[in-house]
């Protein structure tokens, strides 16, 4: 029944290694999102896929790569962790009618240690 | 660029009080506003939402009016309960932007007893 769906939901791991995110939805959407929380609860948006194509990459190391292998699957590998990458990672899903409306994921809390 | 300022956190209330959150946003042509709620260790639940002017948006007691003139989204509850105690951020999505969410600072509101 869950709509939105991400694993782990915490991730612990030392500096240097290398880890993936893993988010589905079953929403029937098109289009996905990955959004970071630093430790102030600040949202930032990193990428978006549409279909399966990106259609949004902010200023994200290139470290971070997302992937989409259909259109409910969006994971989020990341390379090389730094500490500064600590934080909570949202994915969420919307369709664009009628209202773009997003859904979130639980939330994986990653620390870097 | 697009943004949303919320009103500085954090807001202690007693229950049954007013509530009221402050937001203005800062955006071209006519986004899409939302406010999203986030409860302690969990992810973010959309509270309610306006797609055009003059729309209110309503949801569990809480509501907000999509203030065009004012550029605001004030979120406004009667009557609060200690389980309203949360992070509440306000955010604006449009189309020419990816439909990405760009967020406020976000309000830490506890609420007691």
């Known amino acids: 029944d869950t709509a939105v769906s991400q694993t782990p939901k915490y991730l612990v791991t030392q500096m240097g290694n290398d880890k993936s995110i893993k988010c589905e939805q079953n929403l029937g959407h098109d289009t996905m999102y990955w959004y970071k929380q630093d430790s102030k609860k600040f949202l930032k948006i990193m990428f978006s896929?549409?279909?399966?194509?990106?259609?949004i990459n902010e200023t994200v190391p290139n470290r971070f790569s997302p992937k989409s292998p259909d259109k409910a699957h969006l994971n989020l590998h990341i390379n090389s962790l730094e500490l500064g990458d600590s934080a909570v990672y949202f994915c969420?899903?919307?369709?664009?009618?009628?209202?773009?409306?997003?859904?979130f994921g639980p939330g994986t809390r990653l620390t870097v240690l | 660029g697009n943004s949303v300022t919320q009103m500085e956190g954090p807001v202690t209330l007693s229950e049954e009080a007013f509530l009221t959150i402050n937001c203005t946003y800062t955006?071209?042509?006519?986004?899409?506003l939302f406010w999203y709620v986030q409860y302690p260790g969990e992810g973010l639940q959309l509270l309610l939402k306006?797609?055009?002017?003059?729309d209110k948006g309503s949801n569990k007691g809480f509501e907000a009016t999509y203030r065009k003139e004012t550029t605001s989204f004030h979120l406004e509850k009667g009557s609060v309960q200690v389980s309203d105690s949360a992070v509440y951020f306000c955010a604006l999505s449009q189309r020419a932007s990816g439909s990405r969410l760009t967020f406020g600072e976000g309000t830490q509101l506890t609420v007691n007893p």
């Open positions: 896929y549409n279909n399966k194509e990106l259609i």
């Open positions: 969420a899903s919307s369709q664009p009618l009628p209202t773009d409306t997003q859904y």
């Open positions: 306006a797609t055009k002017a003059d």
């Open positions: 955006a071209t042509g006519y986004p899409s």
